[in-house]
């Protein structure tokens, strides 16, 4: 799977992530593109994307933008829209 | 789109000045699918080889400004970055199986010109693993190969970094000026602890000591540090 994280330095939290299945190659580099783009604070949103087989391999990989405190501002927003 | 060396150094300055016009948008859009299609390759390969292994495996794409801010920050250029394309294995143990991950790495890119950097015997900045450079044509690629141990301590040091400033990781002072001195003491105290736990880790790994459940522990009480002050201070 492909994942884009939008991560916010200054308060260690996920603002954004995007999924998308391996398929979804040149999509997923449309949309970093147009995130970068559409970044207005680089210094503080960090604009990553990640492969790997699954979203718990990528927390374990990359954990700092996968932990439960990390995500809450995601998982909220997923929450709000159910 | 033809390119070389020299017209991916030029992009690499227009980077660095922040001034990318309309063709030098389409050189690095260009060049952003050229490294991700062999990031792409990369993993592909790794998830085949250690996929039944029980490791983590991932591939990390840099984006613009984190590109930007490496080049500002190092003497390297544009078409010398190894880690725009950066994969991730973390091992299950410790320094055996990650020096047999990185012969394996080494003989999975057989076809392609291969590099090992040892960060054990030469660390930067405390950060310890070893990074095998991968090169096809004009493009690098790196796989970092961690120990669990090596794996939590740099993000222990990446999470503090977001507390105290970014350069804590490339050698440069905590910055805690703005907390207050409850505060400032926590993360300064949690810096050293850091650097010295980084030390132990190393002695650990080599057999001279035995402490590997309270490095951890340690590792994990410096994160949960980090994440109960940003809670606060944020």
């Known amino acids: 799977m492909i994942v884009i994280v939008q991560f916010r330095r200054s308060t260690g939290k996920l603002i954004g992530i995007d999924r998308f299945c391996d398929e979804d190659f040149w999509p997923s580099l449309d949309r970093l593109a147009e995130l970068d783009r559409q970044n207005t604070e680089p210094q503080d949103v960090e604009v990553v994307r990640l492969t790997s087989q699954s979203e718990a391999m990528l927390a374990r990989t990359h954990g700092n933008y996968f932990s439960e405190y990390a995500m809450s501002n995601v998982q909220t927003e997923v929450v709000k829209a159910e | 789109m033809e390119l070389s060396r020299a017209r991916i150094d030029s992009l690499g300055e227009a980077i660095k000045s922040g001034d990318l016009n309309d063709v030098d948008q389409s050189v690095f859009s260009y060049l952003r699918s050229q490294w991700a299609e062999l990031g792409n390759e990369i993993s592909n ?32 250029r544009l078409s010398s970055l190894r880690d725009v394309v950066g994969a991730r294995i973390v091992v299950n143990d410790g320094l ?122 340690g590792l994990t009480t410096i994160n949960s540090l980090v994440i109960e002050i940003e809670r606060k201070v944020r």
């Open chain 2, 96 to 217: 055996i199986l990650q020096n047999e991950s990185v012969l394996r790495s080494v003989a999975l890119f057989g076809d392609y010109a291969v590099k090992i950097i040892d960060r054990r015997e030469f660390p930067s900045f405390g950060y310890r693993a070893v990074h095998v450079e991968v090169r096809h044509g004009l493009y690098l690629g790196e796989i970092q190969i961690r120990t669990p141990l090596q794996h939590e301590w740099a993000r222990s040091m990446e999470s503090l970094a977001r507390l105290v400033g970014r350069d804590v990781r490339y050698g440069g002072e905590p910055v805690v000026d703005t907390y207050s001195p409850v505060v400032r003491n926590l993360l300064l105290n949690s810096y050293r602890d850091l650097v010295e736990l980084g030390r132990r880790i190393e002695l650990s790994e080599v057999g001279v000591l035995n402490d590997t459940a309270e490095l951890f522990e």
């Open chain 2, 45 to 76: 390969r790794l998830i085949l080889e250690f996929g039944n292994d029980n490791f983590g495996v991932s591939l990390r794409l840099k984006n613009l400004e984190t590109i930007r801010s490496k080049l500002l920050r190092t003497t390297l």
